[in-house]
């Protein structure tokens, strides 16, 4: 089975790229450039992960997607700053990470690459955790997709996400089981020079929870800041 894989560089998508090569042949793992201020470190993180796993990496740039993003994901307003994952309310997470319709361009994107390549699924790193705040994290929202897909490929490409119904904690202990790069991952919402992640963005709060509760948090302390 061939597939294309949407890779962020985060926990999800890399736990994901790593199920996806055990089941068959990644022909390519896609990175998008849409103005987010970590782009960077995402990008360095994907281009890691993917080497690691013997997948080609691509970055694809989406200039004119900067002017949509929220002010904190440009880097022009900071994120509020969270010491654990219960206490983030939906409204904030929403209006520090909301960017219009960004997953369904993905998965459009990725769609075409897959069609192109002769790759049937598309996979993208979803979250039950996640999906209970923003909507196209969920199963409701890959369902959803997939009738779309059904019309707008002539091959009937399908996305799926190994992770779709697993909390944050769950990713990380799949990925400990599979030996998923999950030392390289980056999934924080800011930019940084050392490649060490903020520790106090709601992204980060919700990794550290999970790897605190895999036990290996004092393991990867060093990749965070604070």
């Given amino acids: 089975m061939k597939s294309i894989v949407l890779l962020s ?72 700053r969270w010491s654990k994952s219960d206490e983030i309310g939906t409204d904030d997470a929403l209006r520090e990470a909301w960017i219009p319709n960004r997953n369904g361009i993905f998965i459009n994107i990725g769609a ?26 969920s199963r409701d929202f890959l369902d959803a997709a997939n009738r779309a897909l059904a019309y707008s490929t002539r091959r009937q490409v399908e996305l799926v996400s190994y992770t779709l119904d697993l909390t944050k904690a769950e990713i990380v202990r799949l990925g400990m089981e599979i030996g998923a790069p999950i030392d390289h991952i980056y999934s924080c919402y800011q930019r940084s020079s050392s490649q060490r992640m903020c520790g106090t963005c709601q992204s980060c709060v919700r990794l550290k929870d999970s790897l605190e509760a895999n036990g290996i948090l004092e393991r990867l302390k060093a990749r965070f800041v604070e």
């Fill in 9 to 80: 560089g985060g926990l999800d998508s890399v736990v994901n790229l790593k199920v996806a090569a055990d089941r068959g042949e990644v022909v390519l793992a896609l990175t998008f450039d849409y103005g987010q201020q970590a782009f960077p470190n995402e990008a360095q993180s994907a281009s890691t992960c993917a080497a690691l796993v013997a997948v080609p990496h691509r970055v694809i740039e989406l200039d004119w997607y900067k002017h949509l993003l929220p002010e904190p994901m440009t880097g022009r307003e900071g994120f509020a």
């Fill in 112 to 137: 075409a690459y897959a069609e192109f390549r002769g790759a049937d699924p598309r996979v993208m790193g979803l979250n039950r955790e996640e999906g209970q705040v923003f909507p196209d994290d």
